[in-house]
């Protein structure tokens, strides 16, 4: 199983970018898949996580202003970011807890995509 993550980049202040993650492999079930970001010199942080039944939690520092999605069809699940802060800037890791096709659980992370927030 490969988790590929997608989509940051350089926004400025006030701006929206988008992250997607496509789980890829021999896949039984997903239940939760979440998002979590490490700045420089700080520890790797969950920023939000959504269930197979789309119930949702978010950390503080970005309640209002990220939204987790997901499409359970294509084990996919998307991070949108709006009225983005300098302070969001960091490597953003998609997570997924994986049954995999032999009946096994595993915790499967991404590659990791760099949001920089700057003008």
């Known amino acids: 199983v490969q988790l590929q993550a997608s989509g940051g980049g350089l926004v400025q202040p006030g701006g929206s970018l988008r992250l997607s993650c496509a789980a890829s492999g021999s896949i039984f079930s997903i239940s939760a898949m979440g998002w979590y970001r490490q700045a420089p010199g700080k520890q790797r942080e969950l920023v939000a996580a959504i269930t197979s039944r789309g119930s949702t939690a978010y950390a503080d520092s970005v309640k209002g202003r990220f939204t987790i999605s997901r499409d359970n069809a294509k084990n996919t699940v998307f991070l949108q970011m709006n009225s983005l802060k300098s302070e969001d800037t960091a490597v953003y890791y998609c997570?997924?807890?994986?049954?995999?096709?032999?009946?096994?659980?595993?915790?499967?992370w991404g590659q990791g995509t760099l949001v920089t927030v700057s003008s």
């Open positions: 997570n997924a807890a994986v049954v995999d096709g032999t009946l096994e659980f595993h915790d499967y």
